[in-house]
């Protein structure tokens, strides 16, 4: 059974962080330790698409998203007006879902430093991504509690079912899902 769609969307073919990073990322291995850091000169590059994500693992939305989502009165969600750009925001999601850690789930290169795997990635079988999860998630917007990717980690983005068809509707650009069953 569809419990939930993965979403997802393009990089932005940039970084939040500054080249110059010190003290925003761990000196030892180069992982973002500075995660409520935004850099107020950031402007995003493919502004035609409605969310996108940094190479260090900050998503992006427009005001078309943005107010989407206000709009549908979800819970849990922060929108961060970027000072250089008014009508783009960081996107942050505080609804958390477990995601289900499996012997498919790798992490390596453990930073002593920071206390954070360089990267984490694999998923599970049969696109049973959540743990726990038997029943199609409600209306609204998740982060799963496990940060996956390379150096740069950032939680995956979830939505349910209700949300995805809403999304499909409203014709917002530069999203894509992936079906999560039970």
Same mark, same amino acid.
């Given at each position: 059974?569809?419990?939930?769609?993965y979403?997802?969307?393009?990089?932005d073919?940039?970084?939040?962080?500054?080249?110059?990073?010190d003290?925003?990322?761990?000196?030892?291995?180069?992982?973002?330790?500075?995660?409520?850091?935004?850099?107020?000169?950031?402007?995003?590059?493919?502004?035609?698409?409605?969310?996108?994500?940094?190479?260090?693992?900050?998503?992006?939305?427009?005001? $078309? /998203?943005? @107010?989407?989502?206000?709009? =549908?009165?979800?819970?849990?969600? &922060?929108?961060? !007006?970027?000072?250089? +750009?008014?009508?783009?925001?960081?996107?942050?999601?505080?609804n958390?879902? $477990? /995601?289900? @850690?499996?012997?498919?789930? =790798?992490?390596?290169?453990?930073? &002593?430093?920071? !206390?954070?795997?360089? +990267?984490?990635?694999?998923?599970?079988?049969?696109?049973?991504?959540?743990?726990?999860?038997?029943?199609?998630?409600?209306?609204?917007?998740?982060?799963?509690?496990?940060?996956?990717?390379?150096?740069?980690?950032?939680?995956?983005?979830?939505?349910?079912?209700?949300?995805?068809?809403?999304?499909?509707?409203r014709?917002?650009?530069?999203?894509?899902?992936?079906?999560?069953?039970?």
């Open positions: 059974m569809n419990v939930a769609y979403l997802s969307c393009s990089d073919d940039s970084y939040m962080l500054p080249k110059k990073s003290g925003l990322v761990c000196s030892k291995c180069g992982a973002v330790t500075a995660k409520d850091y935004l850099n107020p000169r950031f402007k995003p590059k493919k502004r035609k698409l409605d969310l996108v994500n940094t190479y260090d693992g900050y998503y992006i939305a427009s005001e $078309r /998203f943005r @107010l989407f989502c206000e709009e =549908s009165d979800y819970s849990g969600l &922060e929108f961060v !007006q970027l000072p250089a +750009s008014p009508s783009y925001f960081w996107f942050k999601v505080q958390i879902v $477990r /995601f289900n @850690l499996t012997t498919r789930t =790798s992490s390596t290169e453990f930073c &002593e430093l920071c !206390q954070r795997h360089r +990267s984490v990635g694999g998923f599970p079988y049969g696109k049973k991504f959540l743990a726990d999860t038997k029943e199609p998630l409600a209306d609204g917007f998740y982060r799963t509690d496990i940060e996956m990717g390379y150096r740069d980690l950032s939680p995956l983005l979830i939505v349910g079912p209700e949300t995805k068809n809403k999304i499909v509707a014709k917002l650009h530069g999203l894509c899902f992936d079906e999560i069953l039970a």
